[in-house]
C-alpha cells in the first residue's frame, strides 16, 4: 500500500516568504507527527496530531511555526517569514493510533527546505 | 522529559557483531524504547522496540537492564547495508500529554568491506 508521502519534495524559498509543507499520511493512520532535521543532525520533534487534534505544540521552534490537520488525514506544516536558521528536512510520520507508545512510527521522505 | 545520549559514530567491518548502546536516565515508567534506521535522503524506518529484558526479531536484538536507564541494539553480522544512522527513541505520548518525543543524536554506523 501507498506509505507516507510530502510535498514539495525540495522548495528553495527566500528569507521572509511563507511556506507550506504537506503530508499525507497512511490511510487509516490515526496520528501524525512533525520532525525537523537540519543538516547532519538528529531528529527534533515539533508537533503531533491526534486526529484533527494538536494535544501538545510546545515543540514549534516559534510562532511562525503553525500546523494544521483536516478530516483526520492531510497535514499542513506552514511557516511564516522564513529564515536562513528553518532550513532543515522536514520529516513527516504517521501511525495507526497514538497514546500507545507501542505504536510503529512510518516516516515519508521529507521536504527539504532551503531558505536563501 | 527523557533525554537520551548515543555515541556519535562506530565503525565495523562485515559480518561482525555490532551493539550500539543508548543512555536515557531520566526514562519515565510509561516510556517505551524504539529504535530506528536512517539511510541518506530518507525518512527513519523502525527496528525494534522494547520495555524491558531482552527482545528479538529478525534483525535485531534489544537490551534493557532491568533499571531501564539504557538499552543496547545488537546488530547481528552486519554487511555494509547496514551503513546507516541508528536512533533511539524514548517517550510516550499516551497517559502524559506534555511529554515529547526524544531522539537521540543518532549513532552514524559505518560498515566496511
Known amino acids: 500500500g501507498a506509505g507516507v508521502s510530502q510535498s514539495p519534495s525540495n522548495k528553495v524559498t527566500e528569507k521572509g516568504k511563507d511556506v507550506e509543507l504537506r503530508c499525507d499520511p497512511i490511510?487509516?493512520?490515526?496520528?501524525l507527527y512533525w520532525y525537523r532535521q537540519s543538516l547532519g543532525q538528529g531528529l527534533e520533534f515539533l508537533i503531533y496530531?491526534?486526529?484533527?487534534?494538536?494535544?501538545?505544540k510546545s515543540g514549534l521552534p516559534s510562532d511562525r511555526f503553525s500546523a494544521e490537520r483536516t478530516g483526520g488525514s492531510v497535514s499542513t506544516l506552514t511557516i511564516q517569514r522564513t529564515q536562513q536558521e528553518d532550513s532543515a528536512v522536514y520529516l513527516c510520520?504517521?501511525?495507526?493510533?497514538?497514546?500507545?507508545?507501542?505504536?510503529?512510527?512510518?516516516f515519508g521522505p521529507g521536504t527539504r527546505l532551503t531558505v536563501l | 522529559l527523557a533525554k537520551t545520549t548515543q555515541p556519535i559514530s562506530m565503525d565495523s567491518y562485515e559480518g561482525q557483531e555490532v551493539n550500539i548502546t543508548c543512555s536515557h536516565n531520566?526514562?519515565?515508567?510509561?516510556?517505551?524504547i524504539t529504535w530506528y534506521q536512517q539511510f541518506p535522503s530518507q525518512g527513519p524506518r523502525f527496528i525494534i522496540q522494547?520495555?524491558?529484558t531482552k527482545v528479538t526479531n529478525e534483525v535485531a536484538s534489544l537490551f534493557i537492564p532491568a533499571d531501564r536507564k539504557s538499552s543496547t541494539l545488537s546488530l547481528p553480522r552486519v554487511s555494509l547495508s547496514d551503513t546507516a544512522v541508528y536512533y533511539c527513541?524514548?517517550?510516550?505520548?499516551?497517559?502524559?500529554?506534555?511529554?515529547?518525543?526524544?531522539f537521540g543524536g543518532g549513532t552514524r554506523l559505518m560498515v566496511k568491506p
Open positions: 510520520a504517521s501511525s495507526f493510533q497514538s497514546g500507545i507508545s507501542t505504536d510503529t512510527q512510518y
Open positions: 522494547g520495555y524491558k
Open positions: 490511510s487509516g493512520h490515526t496520528a
Open positions: 496530531f491526534q486526529g484533527n487534534s494538536a494535544p501538545d
Open positions: 531520566n526514562i519515565a515508567t510509561n516510556d517505551y
Open positions: 527513541l524514548v517517550g510516550d505520548l499516551g497517559s502524559n500529554a506534555g511529554n515529547m518525543l526524544t
